[in-house]
């Protein structure tokens, strides 16, 4: 039976979804745009690898927050040979991503083979421990997300530009301290693509909530069954993410039929 006494354990789990979401939805949708589908794992992967870099350096991992800015600097590094490659190597930037993702994901392996708690850490760093999150780790990811937040909303240009790949290298690195790497990846594509072929009103509106609810139920599950809650959350990401997607499909051509309905009408009088 879930236990209300976990309520304060999930809340601040909750709230790091409700941030994470808040960004990657609107990433997400242009990932989707882009076609750069496996550019969230890569990065997400490189940033995960600055962290295991500064964690086997002890003078790195002894400065304030290296576990934020070393990650940084590799996700930024990463984003910007993929935004310089973007303009080269357009027809094979989707395979050069995927490798650039398989070799981060190889040097880590590497990095962390003689660690005897390699294992654990690289665990952690894909799969995430969102249950374990305290309110005092979401300060800085707030205050920046909603900092980019503004900035789109009063800029939405900057989606289309060069600077979407800073943007994205920020993004993913906060979040993979929070969630992992799979749901980074899984809060990127599964709620937009649940909406990609909507064309109704409030599409934005209805990938954030395909979202909330699946971190809700894998929230909600992962702490019933005392299962990995990034594991739950992503299998409850993609069950919402289909249910929504035929749902609004569903819809819409409901309304497209209706709609031709009603014009073969007005033609005929």
Not at 218 to 225: K, M, N, P, Q
Not at 234 to 248: C, D, E, G, K, Y
Request: charge should be negative.
């Amino acid at each position: 039976m879930f236990d209300l006494d976990l309520l304060s354990i999930l809340l601040p789990a909750f709230v790091a979804g409700v941030l994470v979401l808040s960004t990657h939805v609107v990433l997400g949708q242009q990932v989707l745009k882009r076609g750069i589908i496996f550019i969230d794992l890569a990065i997400a992967q490189v940033a995960a690898l600055g962290a295991i870099v500064g964690h086997m350096n002890h003078d790195i991992e002894a400065l304030p927050f290296s576990h934020v800015w070393m990650p940084a600097i590799f996700a930024i590094g990463g984003a910007g040979f993929i935004a310089w490659l973007s303009k080269r190597m357009a027809d094979e930037l989707e395979a050069i991503i995927g490798c650039f993702y398989v070799l981060a994901a190889v040097a880590a392996m590497l990095l962390l083979s003689n660690d005897p708690h390699g294992a654990e850490m690289l665990k952690e760093l894909m799969s995430g421990q969102i249950l374990w999150v305290g309110w005092s780790q979401l300060i800085l990811p707030a205050c920046l997300y909603i900092s980019i937040l503004a900035a789109l909303i009063y800029k939405p240009e900057l989606l289309s530009g060069r600077a979407f790949y800073l943007i994205f290298a920020i993004v993913i690195t906060l979040s993979v301290e929070l969630v992992g790497v799979y749901l980074v990846f899984s809060s990127l594509i599964l709620p937009a693509l649940a909406v990609n072929h909507y064309y109704g009103r409030y599409k934005l509106f209805w990938a954030y909530i395909v979202g909330l609810v699946g971190y809700v139920a894998g929230l909600v599950l992962s702490a019933s069954l005392d299962l990995p809650s990034g594991a739950a959350i992503v299998s409850t990401l993609a069950v919402s993410a289909v249910i929504f997607r035929l749902i609004l499909n569903l819809n819409s051509k409901t309304t497209v039929v209706n709609g031709a309905v009603n014009t073969q009408d007005s033609t005929q009088v």
